[in-house]
């Protein structure tokens, strides 16, 4: 009998009742009490689901009030000494304090790191390693959940973070010559007491995740994972590796010969691997495939799975195992939740509660023990992806062919920048070191507060629209005031900068309660690009239009980048991502010039993900990054010379992308600087980056109010890497978190800053 589980779940709760549990738990609403209880409902909720949809084993370990990562960290003592009293049992507060700095109880500290999980949106906290970092069992959560289990009377498999790739996502927080593999003994010898504990309370199965196995390991590491789980084979429960996010690769032969009972591996992102798969997996070992895809939204193509994994059938046996690609914290709860979706859309999709319905039907039809419902649930599917293949709503051949007919030309601006400097200049008259921002303004609670009573229709569109002029008015007062040399309208009537633009374009849909967590308390809900992506009108001419009107200095026109609404939406399955990039690309195009044509001057298209959209494994960097940058140019490069062409991007790390960057030929990039104190700008001094660059001067995380002399030196710094008359003076992101009274007297300062410089230079 082929056996059906699932990596994990989502554990916010349909209703993100898991966010607001621990935000009330925060802000001091509610006591610990409360939020166990809502924790504890919440797992029994999701473990019944797991049940009711007919999984042989409920997942117990998936569960978090912040983190899986985090907990693991609590789980075996892996606790900076900066966090008090570490030495005894680590409590729920001091996970807060790790995650976010503070919690209702024990002394504030510098939170830990956080950052994304390999390719997902989702952030973990970053273990802090150091040289003779001890470890042991120091909480008893995971150990009560199994108990909560199996008093519900399910049959259990607990899954963790694995040690070696909890190693791998750790921070060396030692000087050089401390080698965090070093710790890798007393991390197995305490995993082995955890698994012996779980053993104890009469668990079967452990899943220990090991993703990093998808990426490019150096040899000590694969090393490291023979050793680690030559030691593990003795703990007395069987081991589950599970691989996802894409292919094993040249760990192939490791991952399949470990001495662990289950290896899994993810047919969804590389169903190409699952023949080798096959061919090296040992006999005796069973293996568990992620079939269902866990990454997306999209209703599974069942009667196509049936026939793709009925050879694995026959050859493994008893010994195939089927789940979804890899947890289905990645995707949204439940599309039973959704009423607004239109019915044909919805029919396509399925979400984490779904996902759990198809793992069971595929496990029982690729048996041959399929009932009546089984084949009727497989025609429904089959018929919803006929549907979806044949869609006009889907399909628009004249897209296809505005693509087709797209040429080199197209992503190159008329000139080189040398010529376009110089047109520019002339049209712009700029100061030298010309201030400005990246873009937004805060958003007040009023602002908000209207464009809640517009969705809901207390207010209607005129009176609506009159508001956010009303705003962008204020916001251009401010900055005439304060003496910023290119401004920016301040983006009042954008809720979020993809939804923005997702909502105008035909090709988007949005949902309900489509919320995926992000980090912590912190859920997105990404948009579906489930069709050809065009513009049906222009999305933000007018307000530019309006803003530019009331100045005499130059507008920036603000556009969200093709590459980071690909990457923060759900993207259609059934072409390939670069695709619907350059679909989203041409419609943004058409935006360019239409600003252009609006009389806007400079015209900035934000690409704060580029990054975030490389591939897992170096050897696939390049072909991304080819398609990546041609379609930032296939946007801008309609622009005329005269028009400027600004990106911004604020993540670190430009080493090893810098020739993609420079690649953009944007005119002007912004980028964020001022916490690694300039040293970012490294990269583009040594590439001999040849554009314009905005180092961010001051952090806009943070309330407190840059000095002048500070922000000085940094542009000092920065006119040491990169000549004078290519830099330009703005923080390092947008401001629409802070408020008026930290942004009014940060500018004036950065404003100030300015102009000592252009004294100096
Ligand atoms: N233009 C956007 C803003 O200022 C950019 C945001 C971002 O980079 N994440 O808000
Ligand atoms: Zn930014």
Redesign the pocket.
Known sequence: MTLAHTLGYPRIGAGRELKKAVEAYWQGESDQATLQATGAELRARHWQAQRDAGLDFVTVGDFAFYDQVLNVSALIGAVPPRFGDVAGAIDLDTTFRMARGRAPTGTPAAACEMTKYFDTNYHYLVPELQPGQTFRVASEQLFREVDEAHGAGHPVKVALTGPLTWLWLGKEKAAAGFERLELLDGLVAVYGEILARLAGQGVEWVQLDEPALVQDLPRAWQQAYETAYNKLQSAPVKLLVASYFGELGDNLNLAAGLPVDALHVDCVRAPEQLERVLDRLPAYKILSLGAIDGRNIWRADLAALRESLATARMRLGERLWLAPSCSLLHVPVDLGAETRLDPELKRWLAFARQKLDEVATLARLLDGRGEAADHAYLQAASEALESRRQSTRIHKPAIGERLAAVSAADARRPSGYPQRARTQRARLDLPLFPTTT???FPQTGEIRAARRAFKRGELDAAAYEARMREEIAFAVERQQALGLDMLVHG?PERND?VEYFGEQLDGFAFTDNGWVQSYGSRCVKPPVIFGDVSRPAAMTVRWSEYAQSLTDKPMKG?LTGPVTILQWSFVRDDQPRETSCRQIALALRDEVADLEAAGIQAI?I?E?ALREGLPLRRAHWQRYLDWAVECFQLSAAVARDETQIHT?M?YSEFNDIIEAIAALDADVITIETSRSDMELLDAFQEFAYPNEIGPGVYDIHSPNIPQVDWMVQLMDKAAEKVPAERLWVNPD????TRGWAEVEPALANMVEAARVLRKRH
């Open positions: 990246i873009g937004s983006e900068m603000m900035q934000d704060p911004h604020c992101c947008g401001l629409k």
